[in-house]
């Protein structure tokens, strides 16, 4: 896919192996200049090195109201937005957590959609795809919490698609399914929770296999998407 002479911002795209890198290393391939955003420094460093190119790192903890608006002031020229950092939080009674997590996976991907669109259709238009989940659509036990994040970013994603097509900035949603990121064989060990067994296909993704969607949603081949979730899940939404 051709992203040249664009400028894409992939947020939780800090890290070796997880979504946010794959996508930055597919938007990268195609000739974008790509902002990968974390909270450590130096594992963003390892990811620029890994990708090459005109890549390079903004550091940012999205929990904090602040420093997303400066990570929005610092990349407020982007072509491609790509909200994919998130919270991934099981079972819990915590209210710091569960703020955390609408802190993260909603209220971060709010704070720079509203800031970057209006600069997106200020020089003509843009993409914006917010990583979305399966556990928005489907009942999970002990995903309630970052289920209901997803729920409501998928919400937002039909919302501005209406508003910002104006504008010519298309807004949609990719929905992964079980997906053998870092953070996932972090939390749910290297069977990714058995979730994998749960799909028709009866495996989890390579992060690789649903970077190519994001690409596409954001790419001028799917110009006429808007308000859209495309599920990556490997055919879980559809039983």
């Known amino acids: 896919m051709d992203f040249r002479g664009k400028k894409a911002l992939v947020t939780g795209s800090g890290a070796i192996g997880g979504l946010g890198h794959a996508v930055a290393k597919v938007l990268a391939a195609g000739g974008a200049d790509v902002t990968v955003s974390g909270r450590d420094p130096e594992r963003g460093a390892r990811v620029v090195e890994d990708i090459g190119g005109h890549t390079g790192f903004l550091r940012a903890d999205l929990n904090e109201s602040e420093e997303v608006r400066r990570l929005a002031d610092a990349a407020q020229d982007v072509d491609v937005l790509v909200n994919n950092a998130a919270v991934l939080l099981g079972a819990t009674r915590d209210l710091d957590a569960y703020d955390e997590a609408f802190a993260v996976n909603v209220r971060a991907p709010f704070l720079l959609t509203t800031a970057l669109a ?5 020089r003509g238009g843009g993409s914006i795809v917010n990583i979305s989940s399966t556990a928005a659509g489907i009942g999970m036990p002990g995903m309630a919490v970052y ?36 953070k ?56």
């Open 118 to 122: 209006p600069h997106m259709a200020a």
């Open 147 to 182: 289920g209901a994040t997803k729920a409501a970013l998928e919400s937002l994603t039909r919302a501005w698609a209406a508003e910002y097509a104006p504008m010519k900035v298309r807004v949609n949603a990719v929905s992964p399914g079980p997906m053998r990121s870092t």
């Open 184 to 239: 996932a064989v972090a939390e749910l060990g290297q069977d990714v929770g058995g979730f994998g067994e749960t799909v028709p296909m009866a495996r989890a993704a390579d992060p690789a296999e649903v970077a190519e969607v994001v690409a596409f949603v954001a790419s001028h081949r799917a110009g006429f998407v808007t308000g859209a979730t495309v599920a990556a899940d490997g055919g879980r939404s559809a039983i």
